[in-house]
């Protein structure tokens, strides 16, 4: 988040030269008296007075030879009074760019605290732009919408290209605060290994620990609850050259598609290039990539020929499945899942063996 985040803010400021004229009135000292015991042009002074000019530490000394005041109190109050002015000309132009704000869910954004109430339109684009670490719209255009991103599921499931940015954003700041190793390609390999065998421990202590694997791989694993028209269940992205990052929303609810996806956006950063965003959603993309990123993750949870075996047998009772996985060493609701998605059997059938998932503020 950005730095003084917290801080008091006032949403006023002290001009410099109000407070000068103040203190010269009460010593009764004229502007050009006060100038020639500055030994500065009568014209400077009566700029910085009128806030024309900028009291720099030169001048500031001087002032507090000539009043007594620390240089270090006019120096403060000159760029305060800066500050301030930057600020109000910023949200003033913020005001013009309120259709940008309004496009973001902003209550869900206040409700996890990731920025504070607006007061106006000028505000909300201050606070958003704070939040995506840019300081223009332009600079949040250049970061988001110039993106290649890959798409997985049906464009009836479109999501919404602001909000999926903002989600994307809580992903990077979670992952930014991960500490991870360089990035090593077999070490990943060797964690995803792992991973696929803690799909069969409760999903909360699998993801912590394929966190720590993943980390020891050098990248980051964060799963983020989506926001409202975020139809996403999970992105792929280098947020360095050096840090890859998969990020899960748990958008289905299921372990099954949570798993999925996991392993398919991992073969996004084994497999293709860090320039791209990857991002499991409708439209965009190439479909070679999707399509080779799915198949990777399928076969990496269950090897082809194993599969083969198990489907031609044709039993698909849940002692059969329940068999099928421990032999796998993987959770059974994968299994169940990939039978609905091959159409083996249908999609209402077997749900009980899937591991039902929820947040914790649900």
């Known amino acids: 988040m950005a730095a003084g985040k917290n801080q008091y803010q006032p949403d006023y400021a002290v001009s410099p030269g109000w ?24 014209k400077l002074i009566s700029e910085i007075i009128a806030g024309k000019a900028p009291i720099v530490p030169q001048t500031a000394f001087q002032f507090e030879l000539v009043l007594g005041v620390d240089a270090s109190i006019w120096l403060g109050i000159e760029a305060d009074y800066r500050l301030y002015r930057i600020r109000a000309a910023a949200e003033k132009k913020a005001e013009a760019a309120g259709l940008w704000s309004q496009s973001f869910p902003v209550k869900d954004l206040i409700k996890r605290g ?21 300081a223009s719209i332009k600079a949040w255009k250049m970061k988001y919408e110039n993106v290649n991103i890959a ?59 394929a966190r720590v694997l993943f980390n020891e791989a050098g990248v980051a694993l964060s799963w983020v ?23 899960l929303s748990a958008r289905h609810k299921t372990d099954d598609h949570l798993w999925f996806s996991l392993f398919h956006e991992a073969a996004h950063i084994i497999l293709h290039g860090k320039k791209h965003v990857y991002v499991d959603r409708a439209n965009g993309g190439s479909d070679a990539i999707e399509t080779e990123a799915n198949q990777w993750a399928v076969d990496f949870l ?16 849940s002692t059969d499945v329940r068999r099928f996985a421990d032999e796998h060493k993987i959770a059974p609701g994968i299994v169940v899942g990939r039978l609905q998605h091959t159409k083996q059997i249908a999609w209402s059938h077997l749900n009980r063996l899937k591991t039902r998932l929820r947040w914790s503020d649900e």
């Open 225 to 247: 609850k989506p926001l409202p028209k975020t139809r996403v269940s999970g992105a792929a992205w280098w947020v360095s050259p050096g840090r890859p990052v998969v990020a």
């Open 151 to 209: 798409f997985r599921h049906s464009p009836a499931f479109e999501s919404d290209g602001a909000a999926l940015t903002a989600w994307l954003r809580l992903n990077e700041i979670d992952a930014l605060d991960q500490r991870c190793a360089n990035y090593n390609v077999s070490r990943f390999k060797k964690a995803l290994a792992q991973v696929r065998q803690l799909t069969r421990i409760p999903i909360h202590e699998a993801l912590k620990n």
């Open 302 to 317: 269950i090897p082809n020929t194993a599969w083969d075996n198990f489907v031609a047998k044709g039993s698909f009772r």
């Open 19 to 42: 407070v000068l004229e103040e203190r010269l009135d009460a010593q009764g000292i004229t502007h050009a008296e006060f100038a020639r015991r500055c030994d500065r042009s009568p």
């Open 114 to 134: 990731v920025i504070q109430k607006p007061v106006s339109e000028g505000k909300a684009v201050s606070e958003l732009l704070a939040f995506f670490g840019v």
